[in-house]
């Protein structure tokens, strides 16, 4: 059965195939359910939505169908959240599934975590993975109770990032099936960026840092939009996770 999977999942395309088909032969309940959940990911389903979850910073997150995929490179976000936090509070905006928030309660489990998103389906998703903690169906800071101004020491803010003309050019799991406006940030990738740092300091207490990510070639963009905004700008690339973030320090 093994060796058969891999076969079908390599001829596919799949590059991790041996991988992948442990994971699908693992967690499969039955043959007739593992015989569609390949039929599905050689149709180019993303492999999370099948399973029904994401491994993220050492732990699981649910995942479902209409909802961002966590990728492994966001991790480095959850290190510097992590790094910053201390004893404050923590807001994760454009949350999607809930996964850097999650991260954060499962290492700093006494930490005081909201999550905030647009999209009602990622907003249920991030419910499931964040029972303890409130989660706000906003854009941006829109619904966010206004106590928690000045007064949060990180907020993270995975948004979309891809420029708009390079979505055709994406990987058909992520470009087919995962929603564009997890995806499209505009002309240059950066219309939510610069709508989120424009807001941060009215957010951010003092000393407090907004973390977000961003492609290498976008870096230097992104430094000048936090510096714009009044925040103190360091880009941190992490060369084992292939990720490139941006803190800005109000």
Not at 68 to 97: I, W, Y
Not at 171 to 185: C, K, Q
Not at 230 to 246: C, K, M, S
């Amino acid at each position: 059965m093994t060796s058969r999977t891999v076969a079908v999942l390599r001829a596919a395309g799949c590059v991790f195939a041996e991988d992948e088909a442990a994971l699908l032969i693992g967690e499969a309940p039955d043959e007739s359910t593992l015989a569609d959940w390949i039929a599905r990911r050689v149709a180019g389903e993303p492999l999370e939505y099948i399973v029904g979850w994401a491994q993220f910073h050492g732990g699981r997150v649910l995942v479902e169908p209409g909802v961002f995929v966590p990728r492994r490179r966001t991790e480095a976000m959850v290190d510097a959240a992590l790094d910053r936090l201390g004893s404050g509070v923590l807001l994760d905006l454009c949350c999607g599934s809930g996964a850097v928030a999650a991260a954060v309660m499962r290492s700093a489990p006494g930490s005081t975590v909201y999550a905030s998103d647009i999209d009602p389906v990622a907003v249920a998703c991030a419910r499931r993975n964040l029972p303890c903690c409130t989660v706000f169906e906003s854009d941006t800071f829109a619904a966010v109770p206004t106590h928690l101004r000045h007064g949060i020491a990180v907020l993270t803010a995975n948004t979309p990032y891809v420029p708009s003309s390079a979505i055709e050019t994406m990987p058909p799991e992520a470009r087919d099936h995962e929603p564009r406006v997890t995806l499209d940030g505009g002309p240059d990738g950066l219309d939510v960026q610069r709508r989120v740092a424009a807001q941060a300091r009215d957010w951010l207490a003092p000393g407090g840092s907004l973390i977000v990510e961003a492609s290498a070639a976008q870096a230097d963009t992104v430094r000048q939009i936090f510096a714009a905004a009044g925040l103190e700008p360091t880009v941190v690339h992490d060369e084992d996770r292939d990720a490139t973030i941006v803190i800005g320090r109000a």
